[in-house]
């Protein structure tokens, strides 16, 4: 039918041609003859005529082309109602054995496979300054392994199987004087094997920038080759890019979002912070190992019904197969299956969890059943509640912004074994956005940020700029003073750290003089004024900053 309106609206184009021929060609006559009357009337005649025909040609063409589009919407309709092709997956291993004589055994299948994993993921809760910090653990679970995972128990783990387990080692470094000859001879390339810690070393602890709104860059497997049709997910949406011939990809990060996983069909998937805004990752082959210390005496046929339990690690899970199943959908309610997206908006009853270290790593054994289908999909496994002590300080720099920003500052975070992740602020009962709990860089004290306070007003103004020179000494002075005010409309008293600075000389002939910090701290290698202090509710109080430059009159420098 397509070719059938390809047909129709190329006699329309000859219609519309004819049409414009006898447009421009109806000169009846010269000037040297005039016009002849009776051939002007038949030349008339038959334009008149013409015209006549080609618009009840083309009104004829319009409508059985009308008549066609009608079909085939009818047939895209049909052909929408029929069942999508239902395909059924399933697993099946066998195994040789010899025994000495018949028995009936009981056996225990483990494998491990692909395409799964989860994330770390975090709700805080601050009620007041003057109680504990509420911090909800949660995993969000993914998997695209091809077999949903119905009714199963759920073991959370931090460990990688899929990452090098053994240290590198160092070759002698040999320096010498390079000859490049003209010509050599091509000679045969061995791939060295490569790891994802070893391909991708700068992205493996890279912290999330919240500042990277775009990251572009190439994925490539272990050789180097770019990868074509490899997916970027965006974690927490279903904000999906595909890479170009070329590898390449550009993804979008909108405010609060920082986790990208980089998967191919052939390789294994990966998870990265947004960390720059050219990011090149190389995927490895996937090699799937399916591995059993168990005697198997008969072909067993599994169906992805059947598993009962299995175990997610960061990047890769195993599943344990008992031939059974029964329980209930998340304890029979199914409150507990939570999309990602509704986790700012919801709160939960935690599932008694089960914790067992191991020196590389811990496991999280929730006891509630769970339901995670093959999609890819994220969903909510809670896996703990802590209330943390804390020490609140307000932080202000009102040289480039008067907001005071509230910092909660937690000691003892260490044995609570929690991973960087993306984390939900809620501050006085309100969900204030999101933060970003980054465990990169290890300190006795965890800062987590809880965002703006407008009850905290901070005003920085300019006292004095008094500039004169000093002829005796062939230098101009320049002095500045500025007044900062506090003040506190919050219901408790408050501990606040205010930031300013004075420059930092890189000539010898520039001078540097402080004259007042009102208290503060400076200093000298940064120039950067601290003042650490608390203030009651309702009060304010200021303090001033002053201080002098010197420097030679025909120097220009800029304050």
């Avoid at 067992?356 to 006891?367: E, G, L, S, V, W």
């Avoid at 509640?385 to 005071?404: F, G, M, N, S, W």
């Avoid at 409309?489 to 930031?499: M, T």
């Amino acid at each position: 039918m397509s070719e059938e309106i390809s047909r129709e609206n190329g006699w329309l184009d000859i219609y519309a041609r004819e049409e414009n021929m006898l447009a421009q060609n109806q000169l009846f006559g010269t000037k040297e003859e005039g016009v002849d009357l009776d051939k002007l009337k038949a030349a008339a005649d038959f334009v008149r005529q013409r015209y006549i025909d080609i618009r009840e040609q083309r009104l004829a063409i319009q409508d059985r082309v009308a008549k066609l589009t009608a079909q085939i919407a009818d047939i895209d309709l049909e052909y929408s109602q029929i069942p999508p092709i239902q395909t059924k997956q399933e697993l099946r291993m066998i195994v040789r054995v010899s025994a000495k004589k018949a028995e009936v055994a009981t056996f225990k299948l483990q494998y491990q496979v692909a395409n799964a994993g989860w994330y770390a993921g975090y709700d805080a809760r601050v009620a007041s300054i003057d109680e504990p910090m509420q911090l909800d653990y949660n995993a969000f679970v993914y998997q695209t392994s091809g077999e949903d995972w119905d009714d199963i128990e759920l073991v959370i783990s931090t460990g990688t199987p899929r990452q090098n387990k053994n240290k590198p080692n160092l070759t002698p470094w040999q320096l010498g004087q390079t000859v490049v000859p003209t010509y050599q001879n091509p000679q045969p390339v061995h791939q060295p094997v490569y790891n994802n810690n070893q391909l991708n070393a700068g992205l493996q602890n890279a912290a999330w920038n919240p500042n990277v709104r775009q990251v572009t860059g190439v994925v490539m497997d272990q050789n180097g080759n770019a990868l074509a049709g490899a997916r970027v997910n965006l974690g927490g949406t279903n904000t999906v890019v595909s890479t170009n011939a070329y590898g390449q990809y550009s993804m979008t990060i909108p405010t609060g979002y920082g986790v990208l996983h980089y998967s191919h069909p052939n390789c294994t998937q990966l998870t990265f912070n947004a960390s720059s805004n050219t990011m090149n990752v190389y995927l490895t082959n996937n090699q799937i190992e399916i591995q059993s210390k168990t005697i198997q005496i008969e072909e067993i046929q599994m169906a992805p019904a059947q598993l009962s339990e299995v175990l997610v690690t960061q990047d890769s899970y195993y599943s344990g197969n008992t031939l059974s199943t029964g329980g209930s959908l998340f304890s029979g309610n199914g409150r507990n299956r939570v999309k990602e997206e509704d986790l700012a908006q919801e709160r939960f009853t935690f599932a008694s969890v089960q914790v067992a270290y191991t020196p590389t790593q811990t496991q999280f054994k929730i006891d509630a059943k769970y339901s995670i289908p093959s999609t890819g999909a994220k969903y909510a496994v809670q896996v703990s509640r802590y209330d943390l002590e804390a020490d609140y300080l307000y932080q202000c720099v009102p040289k480039i912004d008067p907001t005071a920003y509230l910092t909660a500052r937690l000691t003892g975070w260490e044995d609570l074994n929690l991973l960087s992740g993306n984390m939900n602020v809620y501050f006085e009962d309100t969900y204030v956005g999101q933060s970003h709990l980054d465990l990169t860089y290890l300190e006795d004290t965890l800062n987590v940020s809880l965002g703006p306070d407008k009850n905290i007003h901070v005003k920085r103004k300019s006292i004095k700029s008094d500039q004169k020179d000093q002829m005796i000494a062939g230098k101009t002075k320049d002095t500045r003073e500025w007044e900062i005010i506090v003040l506190n409309k919050k219901r408790s008293d408050i501990n606040i750290r205010i930031e300013d600075q004075v420059p930092v000389s890189s000539n010898e002939e520039i001078e540097i003089e402080i004259d007042t910090i009102s208290g503060g701290s400076v200093s000298e290698e940064s120039g950067i004024v601290t003042w650490d202090f608390s203030i009651k509710t309702n009060k304010e109080k200021s303090f001033t900053l002053k201080y002098s430059v010197r420097y030679p009159k025909e120097f220009v420098v800029k304050l």
